[in-house]
């Protein structure tokens, strides 16, 4: 049965764990090339080989994505071992939770360099693969609090409007490229990466509760449906659909 990203060439960055291992085995269920960049301490190159094992393509490079070197060196090393990416998974990023007084100058720098910098840094380094092959779709993964703002998030906050903008400005600077670039924004997610969010804004009195996680969103979102909805804005499905943001959160920023 076809693939909704047969022939296609995607590279998913944080690729080896949460939403985006998630995302990384959907596209290549779903017929694409994989390549996964991550950290080299992850689990890259175990999943990229038991992604092999089960008859798919899929490579692994690690990086330090906020590191223009080390990024250009993964990128590479992708389409060396792939092909040209046609498909740009940004979806790499990390979170600090502390009151916005005792942030500091060095969390700033760090969220921006991992939640934003490595978006400019990966786009920038595959783009140039995408107007050679004729075109390609970039989803970059943003967040309810681009425009829901949480207390003890302030910095996060930042970060998640600039991907806003980013992936609205990219879609219209390369529209006439062929190239599609949309962001996706979950509500709070059920990972590691979640979990850790809300014991960390309980333990700073913010209401995470089960409950009010039910009262805002309904349940916690799981990361196939936020990998679903990138395999969408990836997918030629969404060919009319760019400079969107489509939110994957069960009505948390609609009420």
């Not at 779709?137 to 991907?163: D, R």
């Not at 490229?177 to 509500?187: D, E, F, Y």
């Not at 969103?217 to 449906?225: A, H, K, N, S």
Request: aromatic share 6%; charged share 20%.
């Amino acid at each position: 049965m076809a693939g909704r990203l047969n022939g296609k060439i995607a590279l998913v960055s944080g690729g080896a764990g949460g939403c985006g291992l998630a995302a990384s085995e959907l596209f290549a269920r779903e017929g694409a090339a994989v390549g996964i960049v991550d950290l080299p301490h992850s689990q890259g190159e175990a999943v990229a080989a038991r992604l092999r094992d089960e008859g798919y393509s899929a490579a692994f490079a690690p990086a330090d994505v906020s590191d223009e070197a080390q990024v250009s060196q993964a990128v590479e090393t992708i389409s060396g071992a792939l092909g040209a990416i046609t498909v740009l998974f940004n979806h790499a990023g990390t979170i600090v939770i502390r009151p916005f007084l005792e942030t500091t100058v060095e969390d700033w720098d760090r969220l921006m360099a991992i939640n934003v910098r490595s978006m400019f840094l990966m786009t920038r380094a595959v783009l140039p693969q995408m107007i050679a092959a004729g075109g390609g779709s970039i989803v970059c993964t943003s967040s309810i609090s681009a425009v829901a703002a949480t207390p003890m998030e302030v910095l996060y906050n930042a970060t998640k409007g600039a991907c806003h903008m980013f992936a609205r400005s990219i879609a219209v600077e390369f529209r006439d490229r062929n190239i599609r670039c949309n962001a996706v924004c979950p509500g709070f997610i059920q990972t590691p990466h979640g979990q850790r969010e809300v014991e960390e804004l309980t333990r700073y009195g913010v209401d995470v509760s089960e409950a009010a996680i039910a009262a805002q969103q309904g349940r916690m979102c799981r990361p196939d449906e936020v990998a679903k909805a990138a395999l969408y804005l990836a997918s030629d499905d969404a060919s009319f659909v760019s400079g969107t943001h489509l939110f994957v959160d069960n009505c948390f920023t609609a009420v």
